[in-house]
Every structure is written in C-alpha cells, then in structure tokens.
C-alpha cells in the first residue's frame, strides 16, 4: 500500500502535461506489473526509474518540438542536454547503486531541510507584523543585576511614553497575570479564555488595524471601563462571525462587556496565539498603580530615525529623572529589548546545536556517496583511461562527472523533500509547544532555495573527489596496472580510507553530542524536586469577582469545594495553591525583616497562597513548627510558613518560629518551616513564602490551581472533581485539568525534543559510517582475492587473513576516531549551555562512545575479514 | 516542423525500436508492453513505468503510435489502460531502422566484431 502511494506521489512531481496525458495509466501499469509480482524488488525498481526518469521528462516537456527526438545540434544547451541523457541512462543502468545514493542523499537533505524548516520560522523569520525591526520588549532591571527581565510599573512606561520621545507608539500588557475569564455567551455553558488587559498604544505599536469596530482609545485607559475587543477566533466561535456583535454585550466573568472590535484572523497575540480577547488596561495614576507595583509588560515601535541604543539612552535619561525625584525608583533602570530577540531567545540554542547536527548528517551522507562514486569510477578507470588517451579533454570528463553527481544530488533533493516534509510534521508533533512560535512552521520561498542550494552544494561536494580522480587517471599507468583486472591504485584506496575515516570521525562527534545530551536529560528527570509529582491531578479553579466580590465568600467556597474534594472515592489528599511549584517564577515580591542586629534588610523571595493539605498532597515535608488550621482566620494576625532556604537566610542560626516579616504591604509571623521546592522543572530552588488563602482573601482574587492525590489513575479525578464543581456552582469552569507529572514534563519538552533529534541523527550517522566501513573492506577484499589466495597456498592460517583485513579496518577506524575526538572536544562548547548537570566532555560518555563506534567498526568489518578466509587460492590463482 | 520522411527519424533509440517493433505486430496497452518486452527480450533489465511512458509519449507526438480501443474486453476494474499500435509513419520508420541496422550488423568491421567474441 505504501509502495502505491509513493510511486503515486512520485508520478505527481512529472510535468502536469505529462501526468494528465498518462498518470492514470502509469498507475495501473504499475499495479498489473505488482499483481504479477508482488515483491518489494519489484517496486523499488519502479520508484528509482520514476525517480530516475523525472528530469529528463522536465527536459523532454521544456524543450519537445510537436514532433519528438531532439535534433542533435551542438550547441552547449543541447551539449548538456546529451549528456544528461547518457548519465541518466547510465544511471538507470546501475538501479542498485543509484537507489543507494539517493536514498543517502534523500536522508542528508531531508533532515536538513526539516531542521532548518523550523530554524527559519522559529528563528530567522520576522515576526507576523509590519516592520518588525523596529519593535521592541521593555523591561525593568535593577542597576545590580542589568540582565534582569523583570515587570515593570505603570508610572515608568507613562513617563517613558511622555517623555523620551524614544518610541513611535509604546503598548502595555498584562502578562502577570496568568489567569483567563469565564465568558459566558448568550446561552451557554461558560468557557475559559485567556484575556489580555493591554493599553491603547498596543495595538497602534504592533500597526494591526481591527476587522471590525475599533480598538481601545487612550482615554479608556482607566479602571471599570467594559469594554472587550474579540479575537477572530473568538468571534467566529460564540458570534457565528455575526457583524453585528460589535455593540453588543458578552458576560466575561459575570460582568457585562460591550464588545467594541474583532481583530482580524491573521493577529497573533505578543503573549501567545491562544489570547482571545482583549480588555483596556488601567494604567490611571494612583490606586493600584504605585511607583513600586510591578506588574506590567510593554513593548513598543522605535520612534521614526531612532536607533536601539538612541532608545535606550532617552529611556535611561527618563529613569535618571525619576531616581532622583523617587528614591524608591533609585535602583531601577529599564531595558530596550529587540522584540525578536526576546521571543525567539531561549529556541535559539537548541535549534543552532540540531542545525549543526543536521549538516554532519548531510556531511556524512555526502562522504558516503562520493565513496560510492569513487568505487564506481574506478571501476570505469580503463574506460577513462582509453578516452584520455584518445584525447578527450580532461575538462569534459570532469563535467561529465560533476553532470552525474549533479543529477543524483537533484533527485536526491526531491526525494530529500519528502523527507523534509514528513520531517517537519514529525518534529512538530514531537514538539509542537515546546519551539517558541511553532505554530508558524511552514512552507517558504526560502525553505526551496535552501533546499536547492543544499542540493547543489551536495553534488559538487561529493562529485568533486571522483572528478578530481578521474582527471588525474594516468593513461599509461592504468593501462599497465590493468593486465591484473586490478581497479584503483594505491592511491585512491587511500582516498576511499580517508573518506570511511572522515565518516566515523563525524560519526563520533554526533554519538558525543547524543551521548552528552542523554546523560544530560537523565540528570534532568533524576533531578530532586522537592516534592512528589505522581498521581497527583492539578486544574485550576477562578472565582469571578463579579458573583464572588466578597473575600470571605471565597474563602467559604474554597473550604466546601475542597472538603467535597476530600470525600470523593478515591481520593487521599487534597490541596490548593496559587501557582503550581516547578511551573517557573511567579509573585516575586520579595520579604523584608530584622537581621540579629535588629536591621532592616530585604531578600527575593516568591510567595504562593495555599489553601488545605498542599503539603501533605505533594509530599513537602514540615521541618518546623505547624501548617495552617482553623485557628487562622481573617480576623487573628497574620501568620507564614516559610522554605528551609528562606529560614537560612534570613534568620541563619536563629530559630526562625515566631519572627516576623513584612510582605504584600502586611507582617506575617513565622509558624512553620517546610521543605524547599523547585521553582522550574531544572530543580532551580527559590526561597518562598507560602500565606493562608483563609487569611490572605482579601489582597486580590486569587485563582487556585487544586492539587488532588489519588489511590488510582488521577485523570480518574476529573469528572467526579467536575460534578463536585457544578454541584457547587453550575457556572464555574474547572479550568486545564493535568496530571502534575505532565505539568513537569511541559517544561522538559524542549530537553526531550533536542535530545531525540539528536539521537536520531547520530543513529543515521552510525548506520551510514557502518555501511561505509563495511563497504571499503568489502571493496579491499574482493580487490586483494589474488594476493590472499597466493598467502594461503602458502599456508597463511585463516585467522591471519582475518586479522590482515580488521587491521586495515582498525586503522580507519582509529585514525577517524582521533580526528572525531579532536573535532568534539573543540565543538563541546556549543552544548555548554544546552546540558544540565553534565559535562560537555564528560569523560564517561566519551569513552563509551569510542567503544561503541569502534565495536560497531569491528562489526562492520568482520563480514568482509570472514569472506576473505573463504578465498579459495586455486580459484583465485585461476583468474590470473 | 513535423518530420514527414522515416529517415528523419533515424537512429533511433534502441528502446523506442523496440516498443514500435512489438506494436508492429499487435495492439499493445502498457503492460502488454512490459510483458512482450520481458518475453523478447530476457536479458534486459524489465521496462519501468517512467521510461516507458517517457517513451510512449514521445513516440505518439512523432505519429508513430496511435491508440486504438481495446481489441477485447477489458476486465471490470478501475484501472485505465490504452492500446497503441503503430501508424503507417511508424510502420515505415521501424522499417527503415531495421534497414539501417541490418546493414550494420551486415558490415565486415561489425562481423568480424561478432565473430572475435566468438
């Protein structure tokens, strides 16, 4: 079935001329002839002529008279043309070698063309917007640590805005806040989408214009203004696309809204394709928005003839001005970002290193075939060696090589693109979230002449060392060594060794580079993350302020939810928390309290509001001191359990129970200290600060994310967790049910996605060096039957012949393995920042990897070492 | 400038002769082709869909095929298949190319070829 399939996708590459004159016929031709023998030979035969046949039939339909064979003229065209023929001919002759060819060549470039597929819309691509060069991200950084990406306050980016005239148009978002809306439309159930708050300028900055309506002024830039533009998407979803939306009201979390605008569908959202719709942003003076409340993200259009660091310097002259009028704002700077650079920043890595390790792939690929037509033209080397002496130009011989090399490199391309496209979907199935800007992969001028180009390089790589050869045939030299049927001089068995040598050494690199980043994810997946992940069931459950306005109508609805939780069969323990741990940063506000000597200090610290068992559903162990119970209301003092590293530091050798520290604007008094947790899925710890939702209701609307351990599976939790929800309340949307282990390994995708690829090719690239081993010896062996059959009429041991041909085996292999071990150890550092726990020349991996290229080298050169002793030395003397 | 005259087509492809050989004395659809190929000629590597389609369709903008219906009943399935015969032009061509090679296979310099290999 696949055979039909292919040999149906190859005949669509013919002309369409051609394919509509007689596709439906070649097909069951093709068919007849597999009824009549249904083997695999059969219809690899017709997909190597098909292939084989396909530039000729381009030729044919450019360059047909109505009435056929081309006249034989002589001008250079038709000179090429000929010679086309007669290699492609020549190649049609040889199906075995030619098969072997372009399949390499199929593989080398596929891989290629997939990986660079994805470099080029993840990270050469402009970003889906108008000019995106003159885009940019601002963050805040403190003057001590200027690397900093951190959230950035209302009032700076107004005065930014106002006065740096850096910037065309600046736009804010809230990224802070993770949590959607429950939009109800008219008449059904509730739904959860993730809501943008954005300011005026965002819009404008990003030159996106709405499909429909208009988007937010700057004077509804103010709290209570509601009003929501839809995304396409959105609209299309819950309006049917109805024009007449835009007036209309739609309920996002119990409120009504007055929908104003549909953007068109090509916008994609700075944070995200899944933003569904856009609310204005408060950015009003006062309230909430303080020169030290840092929640806002920003990006902004450089200002006509303003250059990046012109930018910078007009934004660091605003932020001078304020130091020195708020000295709270002292320590702050804000940093230009170029918004590319930001998005694609952290893919960037990985995609270069897979680049990297595709091109060895194409490397080795090309090595393998110039071998092939290295073996093939020596075979011809009589043949050259008569034309030379005949007189033909050395110039023509070489073309006529490079035409062949040429003409595989080309079908090996477009077999090489069916690789790429099967490629590309595999790489993104594989990962389709884990690649920043995935969604966008697709098909691009560039993509072709990429491939093209790849193509070209090929067939001139690997078709110049035979053409070199051919042109360096010495008439008198063969012609003499010919008498003994020998083909190929020492010399260019040497040059055969080289290229064998050169594969392994790649090959090597690439085991290196595989073995690295395996033991790299096993050190990630073995890595302590302070609390246990299995079987334990997360969703995230949001209360809209509009029906729960009151703090302790929250806390009531939490207790009874939580307890309905608890009840369920099945279930052991069950707790809730603000952010889920190993999930990345999140509410760094940071604590300040009294050192031993009584002053104030300050130290990062993030903060996470919980709400029943967390810490006994997760396995976090209590070092000191109790957790929280009924005894902690709104209306008793503030209390805090802190993490081991947070008591350390801040309290060293003090008993930490009982302090106090302030943060949110509140104190707290220490009760108890639990074990530190990860913060990201690298096991990165970070000291927190964990406050009771029963106390701390009131500081915002805080959407919990629950944490529910199980007896049995914890996708098993979900519907009964959903009917507890509704039996509640009807409307509330139990939002991205996941098991915590996937909400760990979400973070790991990209380790995992590099580290397969890379497996994948160094798995190629052992095959194809194992086959060019074997194929060498093989060559040696058959080549030398005269002079082994003369060693063992003369009593040579069969395991002396073995012995002679796995040295010569081993002699390639050890030479291509030192020039590897040299090539990975300069290139190890461009892994340094992809491994995790690891080395880049970890010793361990570098030894097993010489082990097994040297065995599998063995392996490969022991078929042909055994042929050897089977020579019988009559026969071979016979063929004198 | 359609060629009218068989000796304006010569040489031809040792393929091509042979296709319009076989179509000389039936009516031929694709595999019929591959068979009769297969069964005249044993030595040969057997004739793939893309070169002979290649060549079928260049020997019907010469006019030297034709199709023709089918000389029989097809068997009821989908598959599409469509006889060739030669035309008059082909008839003459294939004719005058036997010619040609006969007087080739007829001079000394290619006897005495023959008769060192044997």
């Not at chain 1, 049609?92 to 997939?114: C, E, H, K, M, Y």
């Amino acid at each position: 079935m696949i055979g039909l399939r292919l040999v149906a996708w190859l005949i669509r590459l013919y002309p369409a001329a051609f394919r509509q004159r007689f596709g439906a016929e070649m097909l069951a031709t093709y068919l007849d002839q597999r009824d009549a023998a249904p083997t695999l030979r059969r219809t690899l035969a017709t997909l190597g002529n098909l292939l084989l046949s396909l530039p000729a039939a381009y030729l044919e339909a450019r360059g047909r008279h109505p009435a056929a064979p081309p006249a034989r003229k002589t001008s250079p065209m038709s000179n090429f043309v000929s010679e086309l023929r007669q290699v492609s001919r020549a190649l049609t002759r040889q199906p075995g070698f030619s098969v072997v060819a372009i399949l390499t060549l199929a593989l080398g470039i596929g891989a290629n063309t997939a990986v660079f597929s994805v470099l080029n819309s993840v990270v050469l691509a402009p970003l889906p917007y108008d000019q995106p060069e003159q885009l940019v991200r601002l963050y805040t950084a403190s003057r001590q640590e200027p690397g900093q990406r951190q959230f950035l306050t209302a009032l700076d980016l107004l005065d930014v805005r106002e006065q740096s005239g850096a910037f065309a148009q600046l736009g804010t978002l809230y990224t802070y806040r993770e949590t959607g809306g429950d939009l109800t439309p008219p008449g059904e159930q509730p739904r959860r989408i993730r809501v943008m708050d954005v300011s005026a300028g965002y819009f404008a900055a990003l030159r996106a214009t709405p499909l429909l309506g208009r988007t937010f002024t700057p004077d509804e830039e103010r709290p209570g203004v509601a009003r929501l533009v839809l995304s396409y998407r959105l609209w299309r979803e819950v309006a049917n696309g109805d024009p007449a939306i835009i007036g209309r009201t739609i309920s996002l979390n119990g409120r009504e809204y007055q929908v104003i605008g549909v953007m068109r569908p090509g916008f994609r959202d700075v944070a995200g394709e899944d933003v569904a719709a856009w609310l204005p942003a408060n950015l009003e003076r006062g309230g909430s928005n303080s020169r030290h409340n840092h929640y806002l993200s920003a990006i902004a259009r450089l200002a006509p003839g303003v250059t990046l660091a012109q930018a910078q310097a007009r934004v660091n002259a605003v932020m001078e001005r304020n130091a020195a009028q708020f000295p709270g704002s002292k320590d702050r700077t804000m940093r230009v970002l170029p918004l590319l650079d930001d998005t694609v920043g952290e893919s960037r890595g990985p995609v270069y290193v897979l680049m990297g390790a595709a091109g060895l792939v194409l490397l080795i690929a090309c090595l393998n075939v110039a071998n092939l037509f290295l073996a093939r033209s020596l075979g011809r080397s009589r043949d050259l060696a008569i034309r030379t002496a005949l007189g033909a130009h050395r110039a023509r011989l070489i073309r006529q090589r490079l035409t062949e090399s040429l003409l595989v490199a080309v079908v090996g391309g477009a077999a090489g693109s069916l690789v790429a496209f099967w490629g590309v979907k595999l790489l993104l199935s594989v990962s389709p979230t884990s690649l920043a800007r995935a969604e966008e992969v697709g098909f691009d001028p560039l993509l072709l002449g990429f491939a093209l180009a790849t193509t070209v390089l090929t067939g001139l790589l690997f078709g110049a060392v035979p053409a070199w050869r051919a042109s360096r045939v010495d008439p008198t030299e063969v012609l003499h060594e010919g008498a003994r049927g020998n083909t190929g001089g020492r010399g260019s068995r040497r040059v055969r060794d080289l290229l064998v040598a050169g594969q392994l050494a790649v090959a090597l690199v690439l085991l290196i580079g595989a073995g690295v980043l395996m033991k790299s994810f096993i050190a990630l997946q073995r890595v302590d993350l302070g609390f246990e992940a299995s079987r334990v069931e997360t969703f995230e459950v949001n209360l809209p302020v509009a029906r729960y306005a009151d703090p302790a109508q929250r806390v009531l609805f939490h207790q009874a939810f939580r307890q309905r939780l608890a009840e369920l069969p099945g279930v052991e323990a069950v707790g809730a928390v603000s952010w889920l741990p190993a999930n990345g940063d999140y509410h760094l506000w940071g604590v300040e309290y009294r050192d031993a000597a009584g002053a104030e200090q300050g130290l990062g610290a993030q903060i996470r509001v919980i709400e029943g068992d967390l810490f006994g559903t997760l396995g976090i162990p209590l070092l000191k001191g109790r957790s929280f119970g009924a005894v902690d209301r709104s209306d008793t003092s503030g209390v805090a359990l802190i993490s081991k590293s947070l008591a350390e530091k801040a309290y060293g050798a003090r008993d930490p129970l009982g302090q106090s520290f302030r943060t949110g604007s509140r104190s707290f008094r220490v009760i108890g200290v639990v074990g530190d947790v990860a913060v990201a899925a690298n096991g990165t710890r970070f000291p927190q600060v964990y406050l009771s939702h029963a106390q701390f209701a009131g500081n915002r609307n805080w959407s919990l994310s629950y944490v529910v351990r199980t007896t049995r599976s914890p996708e098993a939790a979900v519907g009964p967790a959903r009917a507890a929800l509704a039996a509640l309340d009807p409307v509330l949307v139990l939002h991205r049910p996941r098991p915590l282990d996937d909400v760990v390994a979400q973070h790991r995708a990209r380790e995992r996605f590099t580290l397969l690829l890379m497996a994948t090719f160094a798995a190629v690239a052992l095959s194809l060096a194992a086959v060019g081993v074997y194929g060498v010896l093989s060559y040696a062996v058959t080549q030398r039957v005269h002079e082994i059959g003369v060693r063992m009429a003369l009593g040579a041991r069969p395991v002396q012949v073995r012995a002679a041909v796995l040295r010569h085996g081993l002699l390639i292999a050890s030479l291509g393995m030192a020039a590897g071990l040299v090539a990975a150890l300069g290139l190890s550092r461009a892994l340094e920042r992809l491994v995790f726990g690891v080395s880049p020349r970890d010793p361990l991996v570098f030894v097993t990897v010489v082990l097994v290229l040297g065995a599998v080298a063995l392996a490969a050169g022991y078929v042909p070492a055994r042929r050897a002793t089977r020579v019988q030395p009559l026969e071979a003397l016979r063929g004198e | 400038m359609p060629r009218t005259s068989p000796k304006q087509f010569l040489p031809l492809a040792p393929l091509d002769f042979q296709i319009l050989s076989l179509l000389a004395g039936r009516e031929l659809h694709g595999y019929g082709i591959v068979q009769a190929c297969a069964q005249a000629f044993p030595d040969q590597p057997s004739l793939e869909i893309g070169s002979l389609y290649r060549i079928i369709g260049r020997l019907l903008d010469a006019g030297l095929i034709r199709e023709v219906d089918a000389p029989h009943p097809e068997p009821a399935d989908l598959r599409v298949r469509r006889y060739y015969t030669v035309t008059a032009l082909g008839r003459a061509v294939g004719k005058a190319e036997a010619e040609r090679l006969r007087a080739l296979l007829a001079h000394p310099a290619t006897l005495r070829l023959l008769g060192a290999r044997r």
